[in-house]
T-cell receptor, first 111, second 110 residues
Framework: DAGVIQSPRHEVTEMGQEVTLRCKPI?????LFWYRQTMMRGLELLIY????????DSGMPEDRFSAKMPNASFSTLKIQPSEPRDSAVYFC?????????FGQGTRLTVV | RKEVEQDPGPFNVPEGATVAFNCTYS??????FFWYRQDCRKEPKLLMS???SGNEDGRFTAQLNRASQYISLLIRDSKLSDSATYLC???????????FGGGTRVLVKP
């Protein structure tokens, strides 16, 4: 298995634009997590899914953020409209209860 | 109060020395505990799980103290390659979400 695959690896966009981050989890994993990492706030859980169902989205900062998992092999995190304070590294991770495997992350810069 | 707290460091460690650091968690019903390692500009990776009885993996020893609600990581005979950020992770009682601490940065120097 290639591991958790995220795309794009880097994204630079202008304030106000829509941004969509993509994640392909490891096959067979029941859980999928979206995290955001910044120097100031560290690694923050945004939302997680169990068997494609969103379980806890309390970490989603505001209505501009939305996440979907239409099937077991794909998830998206969308920001609309984007703002400069959204600049961060966004990680997707999949796993079971005992371990989460992370993708390489998407480095988002909003200018 | 944050759910999981760590000393951000950095801990500057001479090569070959021992370093230890803790992580505290606020939810007494937390069930599972882990240490992850994150290298600069890379994704976090599981280093080791932390068991109630304590466990060792080579030069790394993890301990859990439920009464005081902290876990610890000790690194013996530090190598230059141990330089990284070590993230404490707690699987909370409210759902199976992995909550990360802010990380402890360790710098091993020759």
């Amino acid at each position: 298995d290639a591991g958790v695959i995220q795309s794009p690896r880097h994204e630079v966009t202008e304030m106000g634009q829509e941004v969509t981050l993509r994640c392909k989890p490891i096959s067979g994993h029941d859980y999928l997590f979206w995290y955001r990492q910044t120097m100031m706030r560290g690694l923050e859980l945004l939302i997680y899914f169990n068997n494609n169902v969103p379980i806890d989205d309390s970490g989603m900062p505001e209505d501009r953020f939305s996440a979907k998992m239409p099937n077991a092999s794909f998830s998206t995190l969308k920001i609309q409209p984007s703002e400069p304070r959204d600049s961060a590294v966004y990680f997707c991770a999949s796993g079971q209860l005992t371990e989460a495997f992370f993708g390489q992350g998407t480095r988002l810069t909003v200018v | 109060r944050k759910e999981v707290e760590q000393d951000p460091g950095p801990f500057n460690v001479p090569e070959g020395a021992t370093v230890a650091f803790n992580c505290t968690y606020s939810n007494s019903a937390s069930q599972s505990f882990f240490w992850y390692r994150q290298d600069c500009r890379k994704e976090p990776k599981l280093l080791m799980s932390v068991y109630s009885s304590g466990n060792e993996d080579g030069r790394f020893t993890a301990q859990l103290n439920r009464a005081s609600q902290y876990i610890s990581l000790l690194i013996r005979d530090s190598k230059l390659s141990d330089s990284a950020t070590y993230l404490c992770v707690v699987n909370g009682a409210a759902g199976n979400k992995l909550t990360f601490g802010g990380g402890t940065r360790v710098l091993v120097k020759p």
